[in-house]
């Protein structure tokens, strides 16, 4: 049975995705927020998302989540697009695109594990991309987001062989939020007819998909509509 009283984490709460998970879960439940921007609110840590920072929050914090979503994304900025070719491709593209899509992620589970729900039930997404399946690859490009994803999507994997020897009633997820408004999207949506959805319907997807997993599901990928996504 999901407890809705479990406090929740969110990992990037600034964001499009993050910031609209935000309004929706702290309406019926505690949620302790990490980010890289400051805001004077309850529960509310800024972090350069160095280890240490992530690090020292975790230490300071008091409790266990029963609903944990880490958004942190990078598709584009610091003068820096999604690579059409592979001349395009730039070792500081790659660097950026694994240090925000894989690395990141990659330290707020090392250190926020220990926080996670081990008695009841515990649901933990990571915001992944349906561009880093590597079966379903098929129109090329973009090659350190997609890179950088499917990374992602294997410390999820290989996390939650782990932790299922501990975390019994765990379901550890790589999530595909669905095309999204906001500013990871906006520059190739402008111009798009692609179906998008408002980051306020994309908060509510996730959470209703995230949180009707079981721990047969960890170390799956599935997208918006709860349908698992090909590695
Ligand atoms: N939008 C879409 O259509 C779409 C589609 C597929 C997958 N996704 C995935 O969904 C997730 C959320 O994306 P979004 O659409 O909400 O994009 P967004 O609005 O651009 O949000 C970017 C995210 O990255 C975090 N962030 C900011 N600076 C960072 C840094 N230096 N290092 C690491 N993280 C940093 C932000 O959190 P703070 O500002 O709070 O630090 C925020 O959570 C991403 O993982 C993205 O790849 C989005």
């Not at 975790?58 to 409790?63: A, P, T, W, Y």
């Not at 998008?196 to 918006?224: C, H, M, N, Y």
């Amino acid at each position: 049975m999901r407890d809705p009283a479990g406090p929740a984490l969110i990992v990037g709460a600034s964001g499009g995705i993050g910031g609209a998970l935000y309004q929706h879960l702290s309406r019926e439940r505690r949620v302790v927020s990490i980010s890289s921007q400051a805001k004077c609110r309850a529960d509310w840590f800024e972090s350069d998302y160095s280890e240490s920072s992530l690090e020292n929050i975790s230490e300071s914090v008091d409790c266990r989540f029963s609903l944990i979503i880490i958004c942190n994304g990078f598709l584009h900025g610091d003068g820096l697009m999604p690579e059409k070719r592979v001349v395009d491709l730039e070792p500081r593209s790659l660097a950026l695109a694994f240090e925000r899509n894989a690395i990141i992620p990659s330290m707020v589970l090392k250190h926020f594990r220990t926080h996670i729900e081990q008695v009841r039930e515990a649901h933990c997404g990571v915001l992944s991309a349906r561009i880093g399946s590597i079966g379903d690859n098929r129109s090329g490009g973009w090659y350190s987001y997609r890179c950088s994803k499917a990374a992602l999507n294997m410390i999820v994997k290989t996390l939650a062989i782990e932790l299922g020897r501990t975390h019994k009633n765990l379901a550890l997820v790589a999530l595909h939020p669905g095309t999204t408004q906001s500013n990871l999207s906006d520059p190739f949506l402008r111009r798009s007819s692609h179906q998008r959805a408002s980051a306020k319907i994309t908060a509510q997807r996730i959470e209703r998909v995230l949180t009707s997993l079981t721990p047969l599901d960890s170390g799956g990928f599935f997208d918006w509509q709860g349908n698992s996504v090909q590695w």
